[in-house]
Nanobody
Framework: QVQLVESGGGLVQPGGSLRLSCAYS????????MGWYRQAPGKQRELVAS????????NYAATVKGRFTISRDNAKNMGYLQMNSLKPEDTAVYHC?????????????????WGQGTQVTVSS
C-alpha cells in the first residue's frame, strides 16, 4: 500500500515561513495528482492546495492563495508546500494525499487513507 509521509512542520511566528514535504513511497508518483490538506482543532479537514501530475495546474483555497505554493518533484517522488506570511489561523495539522484525478482531491470524503500529518503552529 502506498504511504505518504509528511514532514517540515513546526512552531513559527506570524509572518514567518515553513516548507512542508510529502514523501510518496512508490515510484508511481508521476501518475497521481496531489493535494495538501489541513485540520485545525474542532474543525473539518479542508483542502489547502492541489496540483496535477505534470505541475501544469494548481488550485488554492482562497484563504491561502498568494501565500502558499504547492509543487512537486516527480523524479524524487516528493511533494511540497511552501508557506509564507503565515498567520495564526494557519495553525493546524497538515496532511498530503493523492488521487488519480485532480478533481477527486476536492472532496475530502473521497480519500480513505491518511498519514500522521505534520503540525504547524503559528504563534508569537
Amino acid at each position: 500500500q502506498v504511504q505518504l509521509v509528511e514532514s517540515g512542520g513546526g512552531l513559527v511566528q506570524p509572518g514567518g515561513s515553513l516548507r512542508l514535504s510529502c514523501a510518496y513511497s512508490e515510484n508511481t508518483f508521476e501518475f497521481v495528482a496531489m493535494g495538501w490538506y489541513r485540520q485545525a482543532p474542532g474543525k473539518q479537514r479542508e483542502l489547502v492546495a492541489s496540483i496535477d501530475r505534470e505541475s501544469i495546474t494548481t488550485n488554492y483555497a482562497a484563504t491561502v492563495k498568494g501565500r502558499f505554493t504547492i509543487s512537486r518533484d516527480n523524479a524524487k517522488n516528493m511533494g511540497y508546500l511552501q508557506m509564507n506570511s503565515l498567520k495564526p489561523e494557519d495553525t493546524a495539522v497538515y496532511h498530503c494525499n493523492k488521487a488519480l484525478l485532480m478533481s477527486t482531491l476536492d472532496d475530502v470524503s473521497n480519500l480513505r487513507s491518511w498519514g500522521q500529518g505534520t503540525q504547524v503552529t503559528v504563534s508569537s
